[in-house]
């Protein structure tokens, strides 16, 4: 069998080993970026092309994103969603069909 490394640090950043017992495509993570890699020499270059994005100048007024947090920190299931949605509008469901509104 062969012997895997759990981590390694290169140019600051951590190079780790997400999760040993599963078999995945990019199994490796680089810790700062949250970026998935195949192997330690690949997550080395996506270190590399990151620092030299990083290192070239600005021109006056540019913006530039080097990272977005896309994670959904409250997420609903669909039920939750559904029964949001429902709540809003003011309708009710009774074995799962709306209720007949009753005028008054």
Same mark, same amino acid.
């Given at each position: ?27 490796y993570m680089i810790s700062e970026l949250r970026f998935p890699c195949r192997?330690? %020499? ?6 590399? #092309? ?11 007024? !540019? @913006? &530039? ?9 409250n997420g609903l299931s669909a039920s %939750? ?6 709540? #809003? ?11 007949? !509104? @009753? &005028?008054?």
């Open positions: 069998m062969q012997d895997t490394v759990q981590s390694v640090t290169y140019r600051g950043f951590e190079i780790y080993l997400s999760d040993p017992k599963r078999r995945m495509v990019c199994s192997d330690i %020499a690949h997550g080395q270059q996506i270190i590399d #092309a990151h620092l030299e994005r990083a290192a070239q100048p600005r021109k006056p007024g !540019e @913006v &530039r994103i080097l990272a977005a947090d896309v994670r959904v920190t %939750a969603c559904r029964y949001r949605s429902e709540r #809003a509008r003011n309708q009710n469901r009774k074995g799962g069909k709306f209720a007949k !509104e @009753v &005028r008054l």
